[in-house]
Every structure is written in C-alpha cells, then in structure tokens.
C-alpha cells in the first residue's frame, strides 16, 4: 500500500497494516525575538551609589546600597563590575561601622570603576 503525503514523498505503510503510514509534521519554528536594547552594566547600581553619596549618613543607605547589589546579581552583572562591586561591599561595611568618610571613600572609587552612563 502506498500513500502520498502533503510533501510529494512517498510513504508506505507497514505490510499487513490496515493504518496509514505516519505523514511527517512540520518543525516549529519560532517567530524571530524582538530586538531587546539592554541598558549598560551597572545601571542601577550606579544609581544606588548616587543616592547614596547625595547623603551617606540616610538611614536607608545601607538598604539602598544592598538593593543596586542586588539588581547588579539579578541581572548577571556581578562578574562584569567586580572592582565597583567590592568597592560597595566596603562601603556597605563602613557604614554599618558608623565610618561615612570611609564610606563614601569606597563608594567614590566604585563610581569611578563603573563605565560612563
């Protein structure tokens, strides 16, 4: 027995079967992904470090500063922006400490490790 399928091959079913032969599917091919514009790494973590520098002594800066840490992980950035990440971990740790001259110290060198926004 000898079938024809919508793509002009021949198919032939197993001798002795009463089924058709199996007609092949078309692959699914997924529609073409928008054009995503990412913005720069440590976007926000460098938003985090001017809020912060505006006024270091807030009592949400260390939460603040955890927050852009936490964004720069979400997204993936962490490995991209090692030095500014480190420089803000030392500033975090100044701040707890009760040490804003410090504080701000670290966070200005973390701002001057982030590329230009």
Known sequence: ???MSTTDRTLTAHPGSTEAA???RARFTPPPRPNVVRPRPGLRLAASIDRVLADPTADV??????AGLAWTAALGETCLLTGAVADV???IA???AGKPVLAV???EA??????IL
């Open 1 to 3: 027995m000898t079938l």
């Open 22 to 24: 199996a007609v092949p």
């Open 61 to 66: 800066a260390v939460a603040e500063l955890t």
């Open 89 to 91: 971990r030392r500033g």
């Open 94 to 96: 100044a701040l707890r």
């Open 105 to 107: 110290a670290s966070l």
């Open 110 to 115: 973390a701002r001057a490790d982030l590329p």
